[in-house]
């Protein structure tokens, strides 16, 4: 079956630094690729997604490429702000098109 | 309109009250989905709606029971609930049950049974 790992958090940065969160999937064929969002207290938004192989993902600064060759989707923003500080979700579609499959969430913290 | 639309956005209530979940979306997606999602976890798929027909049921509890009264509209009845119930109830919706471009979530339903 399909599945997706994340990075275990927390993850705690300084305001401005650099933010990589690593994901990595097992799926056959081309899964769709997601990033979804959830700050403290709300429901999941999706950040951004790619659907094919070498795609780049991109919203607000974020950015993700869709690697098939490492079967990787990491999320990478160049300078995080306190307002970033949330939970993100990795997730695949696989390519049989139906149920969306989440990572376990990494957590985020940005301090000032 | 781009939203699912949660209603209540919190709820207290006793093991043997009776209340209801709502979930509105106006973007003609046709499919419909209720997640529950525990502190620091993922969300859990509970019942899937396709098409109004309810087409997933994850091996959910009988005093959860879905209800999906039209193509925009899809409720969660609850009664007589247990404390581990309590959870953030998410409602999504997406084009239909196959597609590529993932899921619109509603801010959900924080509810505590006491």
């Known amino acids: 079956g399909n599945s997706v790992t994340q990075m275990e958090g927390p993850v705690t940065l300084s305001e401005e630094a650099f933010l990589t969160i690593n994901c990595t999937y097992t799926a056959t064929g081309y899964p769709s690729l997601f990033w979804y969002v959830q700050y403290p207290g709300e429901g999941l938004q999706l950040l951004l997604k790619?659907?094919?192989?070498?795609d780049k993902g991109s919203n607000k600064g974020f950015e993700a490429t869709y690697r098939k060759e490492t079967t990787s989707f990491h999320l990478e923003k160049g300078s995080v702000q306190v307002s970033d500080s949330a939970v993100y979700f990795c997730a695949l579609i696989g390519d049989a098109g139906n149920m969306l499959t989440f990572g376990g969430g990494t957590r985020l913290m940005v301090k000032p | 309109d781009t939203e699912v639309t949660q209603t209540p956005k919190h709820l207290v209530m006793g093991m043997t009250n009776k209340k209801s979940l709502k979930c509105e979306q106006h973007m003609g997606h046709r499919a419909m989905y209720w997640y529950k999602q525990k502190a620091k976890k993922p969300p859990e798929l509970m019942f899937v709606y396709s098409y109004e027909k309810l087409s997933i049921n994850e091996s959910v509890p009988s005093r959860f029971s879905p209800e999906c009264p039209n193509s925009s509209l899809l409720n969660l009845h609850l009664h007589a609930l247990q404390p581990e119930d309590s959870a953030l109830y998410l409602c999504?919706?997406?084009?239909?049950?196959?597609?590529?471009?993932?899921?619109?979530f509603g801010s959900g339903t924080r509810l505590t049974v006491v």
């Open positions: 999504a919706s997406s084009q239909g049950t196959i597609n590529y471009y993932g899921y619109t």
């Open positions: 790619a659907t094919k192989a070498d």
